[in-house]
């Protein structure tokens, strides 16, 4: 079975520094890795996505992600934060199961940019 | 068109009504999602279509949720007896194959209000 848990509900951080949003997954497979963002009243739009590849991922608008198997975590971060930044994140496990495909998305982590 | 369409943009209506949301992926994808994402939460699963497989249904959460899929093109979720929790925006998505790379392409949402 696959899940996806983001630790935190909510983060807030200074503009300007760091932002780590953090992601840990479970699947049977070895799955694919995403990140999007919701901007308010926007649709959804893809930050990053790991596929077995290298393991250190850059995405857009200055966000990277990380793939860690051991850890089973797939972390966003930005080494400086902006006000644009201020959204709803989503990470998302998508593989293969037995008959079908799953895409799952965790519930998400509003990030708050304070001036 | 150029991405994932969705009509109608807005639907209001009366509990116990029923309703139709169409969905119109872009051409020649193979895969398509339907999620339901309430106010301020993450996106909930409800059915995915895969060419001519039989679809997984395992995220309806009632019979009154039904979703029908010809071939590779439009896809419609109806819900029959509409209930005040049934108000959310109901997203569409498509990926050209059930790969688990290939990124989701998203329709811009219905917005269901249930009165």
């Known amino acids: 079975a696959q899940s996806v848990t983001q630790l935190d509900s909510h983060v807030s951080v200074s503009e300007g520094t760091p932002v780590l949003l953090r992601c840990n997954y479970s699947?049977?497979?070895?799955?694919?890795l995403f990140w999007y963002v919701q901007h308010p009243n926007k649709g959804l739009q893809l930050l990053l996505k790991y596929t077995s590849a290298a393991t250190l991922v850059k995405g857009i608008n200055g966000f990277e992600a990380e793939f860690k198997k051991s850890e089973t975590s797939f972390h966003l971060t930005k080494p400086s934060a902006h006000m644009s930044d201020a959204a709803e994140y989503f990470c998302?496990?998508?593989?293969?199961?037995?008959?079908?495909?799953?895409?799952?998305f965790g519930p998400g982590t509003s990030l708050s940019v304070i001036p | 068109g150029a991405g994932v369409s969705q009509s109608p943009s807005n639907k209001v209506t009366e509990k116990g009504k029923d309703v139709e949301l169409r969905c119109d992926p872009i051409?020649?994808?193979?895969?398509l999602y339907w999620y339901r994402q309430r106010l301020g939460q993450g996106l909930e699963f409800l059915i995915y279509f895969q060419g001519n497989s039989a679809p997984d249904k395992s995220g309806l959460p009632s019979d009154r949720f039904s979703a029908e899929r010809t071939g590779e093109s439009v896809s419609t979720l109806t819900i029959q007896r509409t209930q005040q929790e049934d108000s959310a925006v109901y997203l569409c998505?498509?990926?050209?194959?059930?790969?688990?790379?290939?990124?989701?392409?998203f329709g811009s949402g219905t917005q269901l209000s249930v009165l």
């Open positions: 699947s049977s497979y070895s799955p694919s």
């Open positions: 998302v496990v998508r593989g293969l199961g037995t008959s079908y495909d799953k895409v799952i």
């Open positions: 998505a498509s990926s050209p194959t059930p790969r688990a790379n290939e990124k989701l392409f």
């Open positions: 051409s020649g994808h193979t895969a």
